[in-house]
């Protein structure tokens, strides 16, 4: 599918191993032994109601390929980032079988498949390498020769020099050569077709040559999100011309400052979104805006304050960008840094009546019908209206977000003069299904208790699609 068929999607991220098992049990997994707990293809296709449920229309699975076996004194390759063979399957997951059966199952759903690729490097468990273990790049020839990336600051130490450690060694790959390139172009174009992917996200990608990608991204002929894992909007900015779109790292981090305590800097974000709007190629209409992912500590590390954790969750679902959400976030998952945000989804047993789970469906349903009530929602960049120290108002029409950061024992209230709404437009808080009026302006004032946010809609654009506060 094309950049502009996803722009209205949105993601769920999942670990496969960690996701659901084939025959529906609950092996025991301890996240700090970094080994594989049973996850599988199979298990994804029978929780499809469960993601579905929420309101996801594209899941984005780990990286599917052969990865290096056994124990490498750093775990083993249960996340999948640790290619060996770029041509084999990882049985741990499954069969090209189940594979192309987790596609046809999304695909009946009219759901998308997202593809983790690694093209940057193959992972080794000796250093240095045993080269004739990889396949097909199995010369030292292939690769850049060894040294560890010290001077991020340093562009070509960035591109040729090598991620991992003298334990699991990431052999990085000489993009530089014609072959390699070539060999990879064909690879993707195999890889998206044989598995009828709609979409791929591709890893590492500030690590090889931005004028690697164009062709890459033409090969793979779907969709391409790109990790380019920096804060910086100078920074990023320039792989948005040569991929469709970037995760939203930039943002990412302001967001999470913002909103992990009542003394969190909101004007941080504001100010990172309006550069990243006038920055990127599209804008922040195609980046992949996240609040949690499997290389960061949860939310839920830093606060458990359920009022920040639903504001802060509220974000993806009301900027311009595609949500993604990173499974686990919805049960309320705790985990900090890697590998311990990697939780088995089974130990949580896929409950949905819970305040969060509700919550992800609030929010995707109500993003659903603000692009089916406006032609434009998806072009219409989102504006900030009325920034005090602890609230915002974004406006992306017809929507009208109001967050804040006082947490669950603070009662913020918002005065937003001109909303842009009808005189005495009546609207509705889809997180609480309360009636607003807007005043005889259009402008809104509102509050809220226990420091939760509003996401306001007329009252006549919810009529349409039936699924948000219904019982209205
Ligand atoms: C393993 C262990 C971990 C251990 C780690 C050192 O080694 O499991 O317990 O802590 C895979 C696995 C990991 C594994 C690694 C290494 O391989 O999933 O569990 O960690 O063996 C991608 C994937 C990621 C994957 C790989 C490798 C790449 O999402 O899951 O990891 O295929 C760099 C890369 C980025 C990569 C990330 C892990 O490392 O650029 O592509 N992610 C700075 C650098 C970044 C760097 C980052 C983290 O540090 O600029 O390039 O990312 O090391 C901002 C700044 C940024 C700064 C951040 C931290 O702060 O602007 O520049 O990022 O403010
Ligand atoms: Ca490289």
Known sequence: ASADEWRSRAIYQLVTDRFATSNGSSPPC??????????????????????????????????????????????????????????????HFGSTDDLNALASALHTRGMFLMLDVVVNHMA???????????????????????????????????EQCWLGDTTVPLADLNTENDDIVNTMYTWIKGLVGNYSADGVRIDTVKHIRKDF?????????????????????????????????????????????????????????????????????????????????????????????QALVKNAMTWPFIQD???????????????????????????SGYVEDKPLVNHVKTLNAVRKSAIASNGSFLTTPLKFLATTSSTLAVSKPPLLALLSNGGNASSPSWSVPNAGYAANEPLVDVVSCASVTADSNGGVSASSQGGVPMVLMPASALNKSGSVCSNL
Request: hydrophobic residues 30%; proline residues 6%; aromatic residues 14%.
């Open 30 to 91: 301890d996240t700090s032994q970094r080994v594989y707990c049973g996850g599988t293809w199979q298990g994804v296709i029978s929780k499809l109601d469960y993601i579905q449920n929420m309101g996801f229309d594209a899941v984005w699975i780990s990286p599917v390929v052969a990865n290096v076996e056994g124990n490498t004194g750093e775990g083993e390759a249960f996340h999948g980032y640790w290619t060996r063979d770029i041509n084999s399957l990882n049985e």
């Open 124 to 158: 080794a468990t000796s250093n240095p390498p045993d080269y004739s273990s990889f396949s097909p790049f199995n010369t030292q020839a292939d690769f850049h020769l060894e040294c560890f990336i010290d001077d991020y600051n340093n562009q070509t130490d960035v």
């Open 213 to 305: 990608w164009p062709q890459f991204a033409q090969n793979a002929g779907v969709f391409t999100i790109g990790e380019v894992l920096d804060g910086n909007t100078s920074y990023v900015g320039p792989y948005t011309q040569v991929l469709d779109s970037v995760l939203d790292y930039p943002t990412f981090y302001p967001l999470t400052s913002a909103f992990v305590s009542p003394t969190g800097n909101l004007s941080s974000l504001v100010e990172l979104v309006q550069q990243a709007q006038s920055t990127y190629k599209d804008g922040e209409f195609m980046t992949g805006s996240f609040l949690e992912n499997h290389d960061n500590p949860r939310f839920q590390s830093m606060t458990q304050d």
């Open 321 to 347: 960008g595609v949500p993604i959400l990173y499974y686990g976030q919805e049960q309320g998952y705790t985990g900090g840094a890697d590998p311990a945000n990697r939780e088995a989804l089974w130990l």
